[in-house]
């Protein structure tokens, strides 16, 4: 009888404890985030000015478009997005964007300091 008591004295002073906690909207596990990271306005700058041309789905570059689309990369779930963020960072750091061929014809094409390294920090996620 006593821990029938005990047992009950628990139970109910648990529920009392668990009522007067502070409730709240908020979900003990967060909901993951399935969007894209945001593009900067300083990166959307350089891509608009040095990469949208080829890399764009209305472009007539069929290999730039296959290989990067950035209105695609915009709306890209998390996952494909920092795929292609990933990529993105390889290319640059090889030095194999903008491509020479397109240089010899476009020589204002080429990317400054400036601007890769600023490409560069966001696909790579560091700061500049």
């Not at 967060?30 to 040095?50: F, G, R, S, T, Y």
């Amino acid at each position: 009888m006593k821990k029938l008591f005990l047992f009950s004295a628990f139970g109910f002073a648990l529920i009392i404890f668990l009522q007067a906690m502070p409730k709240t909207d908020t979900p003990i596990q967060p909901e993951l985030n399935d969007e894209a990271p945001a593009i900067p306005e300083d990166v959307m700058a350089v891509v608009q000015q040095k990469c949208y041309g080829c890399h764009n789905a209305e472009s007539k570059n069929e290999k730039g478009k296959e290989k990067l689309d950035w209105d695609e990369l915009e709306s890209a779930k998390k996952g494909k997005a920092l795929a292609t963020m990933k990529k993105i960072t390889e290319v640059l750091e090889g030095d194999e964007m903008p491509p020479e061929k397109f240089l010899e014809r476009k020589p204002e094409g080429k990317l400054t300091d400036e601007e890769k390294a600023t490409l560069l920090a966001w696909s790579s996620g560091k700061k500049k």
